[in-house]
């Protein structure tokens, strides 16, 4: 029985202790809670966010604009190979093959000649023809002229044997009957030499028909001859050849073309403008510039070029088509081809006091942000003048020697505080402010860094700043503010 209630004590008094314990530390809690909610709340300095941003210098410059547009070569020479006569092939040139280079007067192609020379053979008998009636003509008008001369002179026997016979007639001696026989026969003597005349008339007639058949059949030899000729093709220049249809043996017609003839030395370049840009190509009087320009072309990363001035202007705009078409010649082009898409560079008259700055520096509403005093944002109006890729040129005007941040984005606005950074990667570093510390805040100051924990020659170095009389505001500040944390 004692037992049970020596155990039974014990286990009360343990129960009374945990209890008095859970009693303590309860009120250990509550006290805790109360103190730190009574507490006032602590308020830690607010910082300003300070960006770091790229920044440009406007500096005012001379600037040549360029205008990248987009074109296609063409030759300036280009000739189509047409047969004027149609036949069989019987020789053509090895270099008349796609893409073969000929010279000026080499023969490319022979046709098939017998047709075209025998219409030769034909109308040389046709000429030989007309020759002798040439001169079978001014043969009969040879007789028809004596002819005439011996009628002429018939009559006038014949006039003066009327004459004897009219005096005889007068004297007595005649009779009426023998003047009129006499009469009769001048009479008949003039109807003859009227008769040669118009025989020798029918002559000179004869002549000038006999000259113009021979006309005529000397025109049908010389087309003849030509005909003849044009069996055989020469080149007309030097070129290289293209669109190549033909091949010994074959069969062209008249007036085919069976190759063209290309120079590819003489080249030029044609590309389409907008109306605005073709007015900033204008002279003062209102015509086109000779303006240089530059041809590239990008073949598998090797950029072939070749320079040139634009030459003259389309005459009309096409149907549906809008801005001017422009023609440019090019110097020496070597590796270009007609046919080329080519990229065309041209160099716009030069602008005077601009600058050249990123795409990203101007807003839309043509706006750039300058940094301005304790490194502060504000706006500022600029004028866009060209866009050159991902830069555009700009009018400086009063903003001379500003610097304008070069990349903006949402977070940049007027008033904002920056920290710039210059191209390079080289911050622009602020110079510090400096200020003078009276004879307890520097003593308060050195003791602080003297009692702090920091090495030795760091702690040389900050003493030493501030036994100047001068010393940065930034690091007294950070100081301070160690000292009251």
């Given at each position: 029985?004692?037992?049970?209630?020596?155990?039974?004590?014990?286990?009360?008094?343990?129960?009374?202790?945990?209890?008095?314990?859970?009693?303590?530390?309860?009120?250990?809690?509550?006290?805790?809670?109360?103190?730190?909610?009574?507490?006032?709340?602590?308020?830690?300095?607010?910082?300003?966010?300070?960006?770091?941003?790229?920044?440009?210098?406007?500096?005012?410059?001379?600037?040549?604009?360029?205008?990248?547009?987009?074109?296609?070569?063409?030759?300036?020479?280009?000739?189509?190979?047409?047969?004027?006569?149609?036949?069989?092939?019987?020789?053509?040139?090895?270099?008349?093959?796609?893409?073969?280079?000929?010279?000026?007067?080499?023969?490319?192609?022979?046709?098939?000649?017998?047709?075209?020379?025998?219409?030769?053979?034909?109308?040389?008998?046709?000429?030989?023809?007309?020759?002798?009636?040439?001169?079978?003509?001014?043969?009969?008008?040879?007789?028809?002229?004596?002819?005439?001369?011996?009628?002429?002179?018939?009559?006038?026997?014949?006039?003066?044997?009327?004459?004897?016979?009219?005096?005889?007639?007068?004297?007595?001696?005649?009779?009426?009957?023998?003047?009129?026989?006499?009469?009769?026969?001048?009479?008949?003597?003039?109807?003859?030499?009227?008769?040669?005349?118009?025989?020798?008339?029918?002559?000179?007639?004869?002549?000038?028909?006999?000259?113009?058949?021979?006309?005529?059949?000397?025109?049908?030899?010389?087309?003849?001859?030509?005909?003849?000729?044009?069996?055989?093709?020469?080149?007309?220049?030097?070129?290289?050849?293209?669109?190549?249809?033909?091949?010994?043996?074959?069969?062209?017609?008249?007036?085919?073309?069976?190759?063209?003839?290309?120079?590819?030395?003489?080249?030029?370049?044609?590309?389409?403008?907008?109306?605005?840009?073709?007015?900033?190509?204008?002279?003062?009087?209102?015509?086109?510039?000779?303006?240089?320009?530059?041809?590239?072309?990008?073949?598998?990363?090797?950029?072939?070029?070749?320079?040139?001035?634009?030459?003259?202007?389309?005459?009309a705009v096409g149907a549906g088509q809008t801005g001017r078409l422009l023609f440019a010649?090019?110097?020496?082009?070597?590796?270009?081809?007609?046919?080329?898409?080519?990229?065309?560079?041209?160099?716009?008259?030069?602008?005077?006091?601009?600058?050249?700055?990123?795409?990203?520096?101007?807003?839309?509403?043509?706006?750039?942000?300058?940094?301005?005093?304790?490194?502060?944002?504000?706006?500022?109006?600029?004028?866009?003048?060209?866009?050159?890729?991902?830069?555009?040129?700009?009018?400086?005007?009063?903003?001379?020697?500003?610097?304008?941040?070069?990349?903006?984005?949402?977070?940049?606005?007027?008033?904002?505080?920056?920290?710039?950074?210059?191209?390079?990667?080289?911050?622009?570093?602020?110079?510090p402010e400096m200020i003078t510390l009276d004879a307890d805040r520097r003593a308060k100051?050195?003791?602080?860094?003297?009692?702090?924990?920091?090495?030795?020659d760091v702690k040389a170095r900050i003493i030493g700043q501030l036994e100047e009389e001068?010393?940065?505001?930034?690091?007294?500040?950070?100081?301070?503010?160690?000292?009251?944390?």
């Open positions: 029985m004692m037992r049970f209630l020596r155990r039974s004590l014990t286990g009360v008094f343990l129960l009374a202790v945990t209890l008095a314990l859970i009693a303590w530390a309860g009120g250990m809690v509550r006290g805790a809670v109360e103190a730190r909610m009574n507490e006032e709340p602590r308020s830690f300095p607010q910082r300003e966010r300070v960006l770091a941003v790229n920044v440009v210098t406007l500096e005012p410059q001379t600037i040549v604009p360029e205008l990248t547009v987009f074109g296609e070569l063409r030759s300036q020479r280009t000739l189509d190979l047409r047969s004027a006569t149609g036949g069989t092939v019987l020789e053509a040139n090895d270099a008349l093959v796609e893409g073969g280079a000929v010279t000026q007067g080499q023969l490319l192609l022979r046709i098939d000649p017998v047709e075209a020379q025998a219409a030769l053979d034909r109308v040389r008998a046709d000429l030989q023809d007309a020759q002798a009636e040439v001169r079978d003509a001014e043969r009969a008008l040879i007789l028809a002229e004596d002819e005439l001369t011996a009628a002429r002179a018939q009559a006038t026997l014949r006039d003066q044997a009327l004459t004897r016979a009219r005096d005889l007639e007068t004297r007595g001696v005649g009779t009426a009957a023998a003047v009129e026989t006499a009469e009769l026969a001048a009479s008949s003597a003039q109807a003859a030499v009227l008769t040669r005349r118009q025989s020798a008339a029918s002559a000179q007639a004869r002549i000038d028909q006999a000259t113009t058949r021979l006309a005529r059949a000397q025109i049908g030899v010389a087309e003849a001859e030509r005909a003849v000729a044009d069996t055989e093709v020469y080149a007309a220049f030097d070129g290289t050849l293209a669109d190549v249809t033909i091949s010994p043996g074959g069969r062209v017609t008249a007036n085919e073309r069976f190759a063209q003839l290309v120079d590819p030395t003489r080249l030029e370049v044609s590309f389409r403008v907008s109306t605005s840009q073709y007015a900033r190509l204008l002279d003062d009087a209102g015509a086109l510039t000779n303006a240089p320009i530059a041809v590239t072309l990008d073949v598998s990363g090797v950029n072939l070029r070749a320079d040139g001035q634009i030459t003259r202007e389309g005459a010649q090019l110097d020496a082009a070597p590796g270009f081809r007609p046919g080329d898409f080519v990229t065309v560079r041209i160099n716009e008259p030069a602008l005077q006091g601009v600058a050249l700055v990123p795409a990203t520096a101007v807003a839309p509403d043509q706006t750039v942000l300058i940094v301005g005093a304790e490194d502060r944002l504000r706006s500022a109006d600029v004028t866009l003048l060209r866009r050159q890729g991902d830069d555009v040129i700009i009018g400086v005007g009063a903003n001379v020697g500003a610097t304008i941040v070069a990349e903006r984005s949402p977070l940049l606005g007027a008033g904002i505080k920056v920290r710039p950074i210059l191209p390079g990667g080289i911050e622009a570093a602020p110079e100051l050195i003791a602080f860094v003297t009692d702090g924990r920091m090495p030795d001068q010393v940065s505001s930034e690091t007294v500040n950070r100081l301070e503010a160690r000292m009251g944390s």
